[in-house]
């Protein structure tokens, strides 16, 4: 009704309707600078992710566009290694061509061989953040390696939040022997300890992205489903849901539609503090190998292969890493922060 | 006191129940043959047959739950499938080494943070307050890994502090000389979140009533601080130290792998890769009891802390 009034100057609706809590949230969110920013860096990493996804950007990580661990460019082209550790002879060289028994076939050798086109791409002798081992592109691959870490990370959230919204509802909401059976997988979850989960899953779901999000999932949903379900107890009994209950709402109605739009600015903060979590435990399952396959290239691959440059004096590919890591994890953290406060204004 | 000890003990009993049911079939449904592991590629079908027999892994497998579980109950834990070594030998010979590591990283953890976060709570809202949170977000941000290779790499590698890796015989060498540097890569790491969490925890003490009375009749804020606050402070800390309890060994298992430490977080890697049974049971177990117990010792500490807590 009060969309037809549309009072010229106070914008409308929200002359009459009071503010909605998401507005109200994203007002607040505004006002908080440090919140705003982060949420620029991580708009931006997401972009990123997303161009990496399309093929848009770091498509080509896999290609060899530089010298073996060429440095970054600010540092020049490295030394050339001394490969001449054994001294060539000095003597004339000897004549073999008369007892050689390969000799008649050298001609044909070597017109045969003409026939294979070779390609001799240019190397770089620097690359701008500087190459793996093989040459590849460091800042190619911490992008292609972001978009798989971030990937996870926020797939895995998003499992593990479901599950924890989905069983703590029904744990909440009906208590009894639902909510007893519930509490008891509960428990089992978080007495086993996470490593043995997080390896028994591995073990049951091998490599690979959806693998690793489904690990992280399964063995990460215990927290939210704690705290969805008191949210649960605390408003199954409130005036709102009983009056729905009393004009005839269904259960799942009650559930889903009633309660859940009410508490779930906390399986959102929840969801945020997770992504950070599991991309966390991405990198160190990708590190041991039991994380993305071995074509594919994550945070925690790239780091397992800049041990190994860091003891030959390669840097860069560990500074790029973490680098790249930091910037986005504390970007979300700052986020998560700011939208907790936006979403709670109580708790500040 | 003693009906309450009772009854959270009996309480655990469905608990470890479930656990023994979650990892027995997780394995046996979901994981690889250990038949097949044991007997390595070139073993042929009759070998493996025989493998399994041995193992008892043709019988039913409501027979091997049973078995299993009767296991449990006369806590005779079998043996090893893959090396023949008794499940029991096989803990008491791996857990020093990693309380060797574990318990100075528990002690330093515990006890560094609390004045460092007592500080800066002293100092909050002020520059060295907002520079220490923005200094540990940055920190907390960055991966355990990180931390891991560049302390290997500049302490032991470039400034031969500690030996890069290694492990003796001797508990004196080994506190001495190979245990400091994951004890400090751990403790480094832990000092970030920690300090983060306790100062909120102090903030949260300091926002009371309690406190504006402190101050109203002129104790002064030293007094306050450390009498009162941090006292208040000690349940949630308390809380937080019993959950960090049993997952110290996840932190331990990565240490144990990069520090080549002959402990327990190294043998269940082992272990799951080799699908060996006896073993991811065993531990499964031990840690499910050691978590539980731990929750129980917490909950008595809380009455010891603050006698107005009440145990039901």
Redesign the interface.
């Known amino acids: 009704m009060s969309s037809v009034m549309t009072a010229p100057g106070t914008g409308g609706a929200t002359a009459r309707k009071s503010e909605s809590v998401w507005a109200a949230s994203w007002r607040r969110l505004r006002a908080d600078k440090v919140g705003m920013v982060a949420l620029t860096v991580v708009a931006l990493s997401l972009l990123l992710v997303l161009a990496a996804g399309l093929g848009l950007v770091a498509s080509g990580w896999q290609k060899e566009t530089g010298v073996p661990n060429a440095p970054p460019t600010f540092m020049g082209p490295g030394t050339a290694e001394s490969a001449g550790a054994v001294e060539s002879a000095k003597g004339p060289n000897v004549d073999l061509s008369d007892i050689d028994p390969l000799a008649p076939k050298y001609a044909e050798w070597t017109e045969r061989a003409k026939q294979y086109k070779t390609d001799e791409t240019p190397r770089a002798q620097t690359l701008p953040f500087g190459a793996d081992r093989l040459g590849r592109d460091v800042l190619a691959k911490a992008i292609k390696g972001a978009e798989i870490s971030i990937m996870v990370g926020v797939l895995a959230a998003v499992v593990a939040t479901l599950i924890g919204t989905v069983l703590g509802a029904l744990s909440g909401f009906y208590g009894g022997k639902v909510g007893d059976f519930l509490e008891?997988?509960y428990?089992?979850?978080?007495?086993?300890?996470?490593?043995?989960l997080i390896?028994?899953?591995?073990?049951?779901f091998g490599r690979g992205v959806l693998p690793v999000v489904m690990i992280l999932g399964l063995a990460g949903w215990t927290g939210i489903y704690r705290l969805v379900r008191a949210e649960f107890i605390k408003h199954s009994v409130r005036e709102y849901v009983r009056s729905a209950e009393a004009i005839g709402a269904s259960k799942a109605s009650r559930m889903f539609k009633h309660i859940l739009p009410n508490v779930s600015h906390v399986a959102l903060v929840q969801l945020s503090l997770h992504v950070?979590s599991f991309i966390?435990s991405e990198?160190?399952l990708s590190?041991?190998g039991l994380g993305v396959s071995v074509d594919q290239v994550s945070?925690?691959t790239m780091?397992s292969e800049?041990?190994n440059e860091?003891?030959l004096g390669y840097w860069w590919q560990?500074a790029v890493?973490?680098v790249f890591?930091?910037v986005?994890?504390?970007a979300f953290?700052?986020f998560t922060d700011a939208l907790r406060d936006a979403l709670d204004p109580k708790l500040r | 006191m003693a009906a309450y000890l009772i009854r959270r003990l009996w309480q655990m009993v469905?608990?470890?129940l479930?656990?023994v049911l979650?990892?027995f079939f997780?394995?046996k449904w979901?994981?690889?043959d250990p038949a097949e592991v044991l007997g390595g590629l070139n073993a042929s079908a009759d070998q493996i047959q025989a493998i399994r027999e041995q193992l008892g892994l043709n019988k039913p497998v409501a027979e091997q739950l049973l078995i299993f579980l009767k296991q449990i109950v006369t806590f005779d834990w079998g043996k090893s499938w893959a090396t023949n070594e008794s499940v029991a030998h096989l803990f008491a010979t791996r857990l020093p080494a990693t309380l060797t590591v574990m318990v100075p990283i528990l002690l330093l953890e515990v006890l560094l943070p609390v004045p460092f976060a007592l500080l800066v709570a002293y100092l909050r809202g002020r520059a060295v307050d907002r520079a220490v949170m923005m200094g540990t977000?940055?920190a907390?941000?960055?991966?355990?890994?990180?931390y891991v290779?560049?302390f290997q790499?500049v302490f032991a590698?470039q400034l031969g502090w500690f030996p890069v890796q290694g492990w003796s015989d001797s508990l004196w060498t080994n506190l001495t000389t190979y245990a400091p540097l994951p004890v400090f890569v751990a403790v480094a790491v832990a000092l970030s979140p920690y300090t983060r969490l306790y100062r909120t925890f102090f903030l949260d003490e300091i926002g009371h009533e309690y406190v504006r009375t402190a101050r109203a009749k002129g104790l002064t804020e030293r007094t306050i601080l450390l009498k009162h606050v941090l006292r208040n402070a000690m349940i949630p800390i308390l809380t937080n130290i019993s959950v960090a309890l049993?997952?110290l060994?996840?932190g331990s298992?990565?240490l144990e792998?990069f520090f080549s430490i002959p402990g327990l977080?190294r043998e269940?890697?082992l272990a799951?890769?080799r699908?060996d049974y006896p073993v991811?049971q065993a531990?499964?177990i031990y840690?499910?009891a050691i978590?539980?117990v731990v929750n129980l010792v917490t909950d008595l500490l809380y009455k010891l802390v603050d006698p107005r807590v009440v145990l039901k």
């Open positions: 008891w997988v428990n089992v979850f978080t007495a086993m300890p996470n490593i043995l390896f028994a899953f591995a073990v049951v950070v966390k990198v160190i590190y041991l945070w925690g780091l800049a041990q860091l003891i560990l890493v973490t890591m930091a986005f994890v504390t953290s700052l | 469905p608990t470890l479930g656990v979650l990892v997780l394995f979901f994981g690889g977000t940055i907390v941000s960055i991966s355990l890994l990180v290779i560049v790499y590698f049993p997952s060994f996840v298992f990565l792998v977080g269940i890697l799951v890769n699908s991811i531990f499964a840690i499910a978590t539980m």
